[in-house]
């Protein structure tokens, strides 16, 4: 076997060893949605209103890559909770913007709180590994954002 045949393996064995490392051993969905008592997409809506808001829907439904039909299902939720309004676009009577409230604010704080907080496999790296994990991981995302 060459190394040209050896190098996708290898990046085929890491891929599946991150993804299944994210998406299911240290899957943090389940805390959020427990946390919060709503669906993760909920929430990720909510995070969303809330870091880059205030937002229409459509630039919302554009976010979240959902359809119109089930983002507003999703804002009608959140309003109804408490955590965002939804008020008459200044400059287009046409459109509504959704913004998050003071509770929604605290929601997100604890979204934001369970995702950051690193699981403890990754804790107990040693410092040499883990600088060469998050050294490849910025790299790999600085690529992932010129493409």
């Avoid at 991150?18 to 919060?36: F, G, H, I, N, P």
């Avoid at 983002?71 to 939720?77: E, F, G, L, S």
Wanted: no cysteine.
């Amino acid at each position: 076997m060459s190394s040209q045949d050896a190098e996708p393996e290898v990046a085929v064995r890491a891929w599946r060893a991150m993804r299944t490392y994210v998406l299911e051993s240290a899957d943090k969905r389940k805390q959020v949605m427990d946390a919060l008592g709503m669906s993760f997409f909920r929430a990720k809506a909510l995070r969303l209103i809330a870091t880059e808001g205030p937002l229409t829907l459509k630039e919302l439904s554009t976010g979240l890559m959902a359809d119109a039909p089930y983002t507003t299902i999703t804002v009608d939720h959140l309003v109804k909770r408490g955590l965002a309004t939804r008020t008459p676009h200044p400059d287009d009577r046409r459109s509504k913007l959704v913004q998050v409230t003071a509770e929604g604010a605290a929601a997100v704080a604890e979204m934001i709180r369970l995702t950051d907080t690193p699981p403890q496999a990754l804790r107990a790296l040693d410092a040499e590994d883990l600088a060469a994990l998050d050294r490849i991981l910025t790299k790999l995302t600085a690529q992932e954002g010129n493409s």
